[in-house]
């Protein structure tokens, strides 16, 4: 993995850890013929 990329999915987990009441992180999850690394899912909150 690139500097870059080392790079860019500490930032992103950073912003999650900023929102993480409201989102749900999974991480490296199948996905057809390849894997996805981070994945960010919004709660549900009843309104």
Not at 2 to 24: C, E, N, Q, T
């Amino acid at each position: 993995m690139g500097i870059y990329l080392k790079s860019l999915r500490a930032v992103i987990k950073m912003a999650f850890f900023a929102y993480r009441d409201y989102y749900l992180q999974f991480e490296e999850l199948t996905g057809g013929t390849g894997y996805v690394d981070i994945v960010y899912l919004p709660k549900n909150y009843p309104e």
